[in-house]
């Protein structure tokens, strides 16, 4: 979650001058209007150059993030040890997401270093990417000085390793305490990532929801995803297939 504001300190006989709503404001107690209560916290696991997850990541890119997720979602992403057979695989990835979740974080709400790493994930270049994307120089400078730092970045890809090394699907997605269901069994649709995160930020009291929440067709995906879908079945057979014989040689 983004870090909070520094604090204000308003000597005790101010606070009378202050109306009602401004000083419950002040206290936390109400939201204002157009504010974000706090971040929605998604967790998402990969698997480098999985199709299912170049189809999940490009859904959030386009139909999520460009569209504003980001302003109410506090999103950390994991990727597994290795990458799928046959799929040409820039060992910068792993680097970029590591360092990305650990200086970046959720403090760009473009998610512009995510951005990156789902544009690299079929098989492209990370440092391609970050042009195709237009991931600003101020943006992308913070994460390519921690890569740069070999033993930094040598043990953030451990420990992202060692975080995700229980996950056995890939992508797998959670949102809040919501695990979302098996994405490569149901055509890898990203609507119901985005409907959790929409409905926890407005139970939150989130009060001004972004574009990516109002897109009707998410409520309507949703629908028909739930009784899966014949073609997310035949690619997840081919990923885990392809994962299972990564392991098994390794």
């Not at 999520?64 to 290795?82: D, P, Y």
């Not at 799929?87 to 760009?108: K, M, R």
């Not at 237009?134 to 992202?160: F, H, I, R």
Request: hydrophobic share 35%.
């Amino acid at each position: 979650a983004r870090p909070p504001p520094d604090s204000v300190t308003v000597p005790f006989g101010r606070m009378a001058s202050l109306d009602h709503v401004a000083c419950a404001a002040l206290l936390g107690l109400v939201v204002l209007p157009g504010t974000v209560a706090s971040l929605v916290p998604v967790l998402l696991i990969e698997w480098q150059g999985c199709p299912d997850c170049t189809k999940y990541g490009e859904g959030l890119v386009e139909q999520g993030l460009k569209k504003g997720l980001g302003t109410i979602l506090g999103m950390k992403v994991h990727f597994s040890e290795g990458s799928h057979p046959g799929i040409t695989s820039d060992p910068e990835l792993h680097p970029w997401v590591a360092c990305g979740n650990n200086v970046t974080g959720t403090s760009d709400p473009s998610y512009y270093w995510y951005q990156v790493a789902a544009c690299a994930n079929p098989g492209k270049k990370v440092a391609s990417c970050i042009a195709e994307v237009g991931m600003p120089e101020d943006k992308s400078k913070p994460v390519n000085a921690c890569m740069a730092d070999g033993p930094l970045s040598a043990q953030l890809v451990a420990t992202m390793h060692q975080e995700a090394s229980t996950y056995k699907f890939f992508p797998w997605a959670s949102v809040g305490a919501e695990v979302i269901p098996e994405p490569d069994l149901h055509g890898d649709n990203i609507a119901p990532l985005i409907s959790a995160v929409c409905k926890q930020a407005a139970d939150a009291g989130t009060s001004k929801l972004p574009e990516a929440c109002h897109a009707e067709r998410f409520s309507a995906q949703h629908e028909r995803q739930q009784g899966g879908s014949g073609s997310g079945k035949l690619l997840l057979s081919s990923s885990r297939a392809g994962m299972q014989r990564s392991r098994a040689s390794a």
